[in-house]
């Protein structure tokens, strides 16, 4: 063999060795590392929220509230924060659920009660007073009304040339309760057919109330549609009432009739 070929094939046979070595290295070569983006956790605070979902009456307990991590820039005022009350769980046991609060809302301070066994006076917000007026089936919107439910109260009496007049006293009222029960049924479909609904009213909607009463042949609860809540609640016919609210009374004297109120009669006698 001439020297030139085997120099040529002695070239070739190293340029295949390093060929060789060379891919070996790069198989071997860890793939280049890509830097994972950092994603920063936004600061948390621990919410008091409802376990489970909560009707009006039901009483607060361990069983039903817990706390949980809630974004610390979404908290909104009025909601009971471990960092303001750690012992909050502990302190509201028995409290009153006043509005509904449902599974993972967080519980607020407006929609609970003090933990008095008086569950009535505890579902009746400051300056409401609590009245209780007849229904049957017939003047109780066929026994659909539920606690929570707005209505209007008419008044049906009889005038003086035997026609019959409807008056509203009240307009958009909140129902309390149902006989006794101050809480919707679970699946908030079935009526509550009962004989006395107690109404949430000012004080002179319970004076105008106790006077429709007295002088109403018959008084209907006409029920209001839920989109109408929002709508003014505390309008009541005051022309039934004499002014400061006192019924006007009559006191005959040496023949005439004299004008008065309840104080003017009190300083006759």
């Given at each position: 063999?001439?020297?030139?070929?085997?120099?040529?094939l002695?070239?070739a046979?190293?340029s295949?060795a390093m060929a060789g070595?060379?891919?070996?290295?790069?198989?071997?070569a860890?793939?280049p590392?890509?830097?994972e983006p950092?994603i920063?956790?936004?600061?948390t605070?621990n919410v008091l929220?409802?376990?489970k979902?909560?009707?009006v009456?039901s009483?607060l307990?361990a069983?039903?509230i817990?706390?949980k991590a809630?974004?610390?820039?979404g908290?909104a005022?009025g909601?009971?924060?471990?960092?303001?009350?750690p012992a909050?769980?502990?302190?509201?046991?028995g409290a009153?659920?006043?509005?509904?609060?449902?599974?993972?809302?967080?519980v607020r301070?407006?929609?609970i009660?003090?933990?008095?066994?008086r569950?009535?006076s505890s579902l009746?917000p400051?300056?409401?007073?609590?009245?209780a007026?007849?229904?049957?089936v017939?003047?109780?919107?066929?026994g659909?009304i539920?606690?929570?439910?707005r209505?209007?109260v008419?008044?049906v009496?009889k005038?003086?040339g035997d026609?019959?007049?409807?008056?509203t006293?009240?307009?958009?009222?909140r129902?309390?309760?149902?006989d006794?029960?101050i809480?919707?049924?679970?699946?908030?479909?079935?009526?509550?057919?009962?004989t006395?609904?107690?109404?949430e009213?000012?004080?002179?909607?319970?004076?105008?109330?106790?006077?429709?009463q007295?002088?109403?042949?018959?008084?209907?609860?006409?029920l209001?549609s839920?989109?109408?809540?929002?709508?003014?609640d505390t309008?009541?016919?005051?022309?039934?009432?004499?002014?400061d609210g006192?019924p006007?009374?009559?006191?005959?004297k040496s023949g005439s009739?004299?004008?008065?109120d309840g104080v003017?009669?009190?300083?006759?006698?």
């Amino acid at each position: 063999m001439r020297p030139v070929r085997i120099i040529i094939l002695a070239v070739a046979i190293g340029s295949a060795a390093m060929a060789g070595l060379l891919a070996m290295k790069l198989t071997r070569a860890p793939a280049p590392q890509t830097a994972e983006p950092v994603i920063e956790q936004a600061p948390t605070i621990n919410v008091l929220v409802a376990g489970k979902s909560l009707p009006v009456g039901s009483r607060l307990g361990a069983d039903s509230i817990h706390w949980k991590a809630w974004p610390k820039d979404g908290v909104a005022e009025g909601m009971i924060t471990e960092e303001n009350r750690p012992a909050a769980v502990e302190d509201l046991a028995g409290a009153v659920v006043r509005l509904p609060i449902f599974t993972g809302e967080p519980v607020r301070q407006e929609k609970i009660a003090d933990a008095s066994n008086r569950i009535m006076s505890s579902l009746l917000p400051a300056g409401k007073r609590a009245v209780a007026t007849e229904i049957t089936v017939a003047t109780g919107a066929g026994g659909f009304i539920l606690p929570n439910d707005r209505v209007d109260v008419i008044m049906v009496r009889k005038s003086d040339g035997d026609l019959y007049l409807t008056e509203t006293v009240l307009s958009n009222v909140r129902v309390l309760a149902i006989d006794q029960q101050i809480e919707e049924k679970e699946d908030g479909s079935k009526a509550v057919v009962g004989t006395t609904a107690t109404l949430e009213l000012t004080p002179d909607q319970s004076k105008v109330m106790t006077v429709a009463q007295q002088m109403a042949d018959r008084i209907s609860l006409a029920l209001r549609s839920v989109a109408d809540a929002q709508e003014p609640d505390t309008t009541a016919a005051d022309y039934l009432l004499n002014g400061d609210g006192r019924p006007s009374i009559q006191v005959i004297k040496s023949g005439s009739i004299v004008k008065g109120d309840g104080v003017a009669l009190q300083n006759q006698k």
